[in-house]
C-alpha cells in the first residue's frame, strides 16, 4: 500500500514539474465583444469577417474592422535549481532544523522488540471475575 501511494505521490509531482515548466500561447479571436473562437497551441479561426487591406485610394470609405485577436502568453518557469545562497542565516537554520526533524519523525522501530520481554507476569490472587460477579456471555 505504501509503495501505491509512492508512486502516485511521484506521478502526481511529475506533472506538477511539467506544467509548471511548460509555456504556451492561447490564441482568441472576437468579433465585435464575442469570443467566436479560442485556441491553445495554433492560431484562432476567424469568422470571415475581416476587412482587406485599406486601399490606396483616399477617395474610397471602408468600415473600420470590428474584429481583433488577442494572444496571451503563460511563460513556464525557467530556473528549476533553487540557489540557498540567498536565503539569510536564519532562514538557512529553520530549513535545516526543519529537515532534521521531520526525517527524524519518520524511523522506524524495530518490529523484533518487545518492551515486556524481561518482566514477569503479575502474581494471580483471586479470580477478578469472580470476585466482582462480572462474566462474559
Given amino acids: 500500500m505504501k509503495q501505491f501511494f509512492l508512486k502516485i505521490s511521484a506521478i502526481l509531482m511529475t506533472f506538477v514539474v511539467l506544467f509548471s515548466t511548460m509555456s504556451f500561447t492561447i490564441s482568441e479571436h472576437y468579433c465585435g465583444d ?76 524495530d518490529t523484533k522488540f518487545i518492551p515486556f520481554k524481561y518482566y514477569s507476569p503479575p502474581l494471580f490472587d483471586k479470580d477478578i471475575n469472580v470476585l466482582y460477579r462480572v462474566f462474559l456471555i
Avoid at 518557469?77 to 526533524?101: A, G, R
Fill in 34 to 109: 464575442f469570443l467566436v473562437d479560442s485556441s491553445v497551441f495554433s492560431k484562432a479561426e476567424s469568422c470571415g469577417m475581416e476587412m482587406e487591406k485599406s486601399s490606396p485610394n483616399k477617395d474610397c470609405s471602408i468600415k473600420k474592422d470590428c474584429c481583433k485577436n488577442e494572444l496571451k502568453q503563460i511563460e513556464g518557469q525557467s530556473n528549476l535549481k533553487i540557489d540557498y545562497s540567498t536565503l539569510s542565516i536564519d532562514q538557512q537554520v529553520f530549513v535545516s532544523s526543519f529537515v532534521y526533524s521531520y526525517v527524524n519523525l519518520f524511523e522506524g522501530i
